[in-house]
């Protein structure tokens, strides 16, 4: 039993930064591989970047490679994404999971955050 807790979403400008923050009780991320998914308004829930236990294996959506970057603080027990130069496709609901299955090489999660919202403004 994992409970996740996103917070950092908003309102910020094409080109601008934003961090978002998932605190994780109940248990230990260490043995858990993080990630984040998004879900825009009318379509959907699309992968966006994975941690795994070490920390050095991680992988991104191509359309975030350059501008998302995943980062993990098992002590902490939080998972950030570092979202830079945000583009407007880039609104939608952010959510935090947690998992330890990978099934043919893919993560598959099995506990989610509430989601946060972060809309992208011209």
């Known amino acids: 039993q994992v409970q996740l807790v996103e917070s950092g979403g908003g309102l910020v400008q094409a080109g601008g930064s934003l961090r978002l923050s998932c605190a994780a009780s109940g248990r230990t991320i260490s043995t858990y591989v993080m990630g984040w998914f998004r879900q825009a308004s009318g379509k959907e829930r699309e992968f966006v970047a994975e941690i795994r236990w070490s920390g050095s294996t991680i992988s991104y959506a191509d359309f975030v490679k350059g501008r998302f970057t995943v980062s993990r603080d098992n002590a902490k027990n939080m998972v950030y994404l570092q979202m830079n130069s945000l583009k407007l496709e880039d609104t939608a609901v952010y959510y935090c999971?947690?998992?330890?299955?990978?099934?043919?090489?893919?993560?598959?999660?099995?506990?989610w955050g509430q989601g946060t919202q972060v809309t992208v403004s011209s």
């Open positions: 999971a947690a998992g330890r299955r990978i099934i043919m090489n893919k993560w598959e999660p099995d506990y």
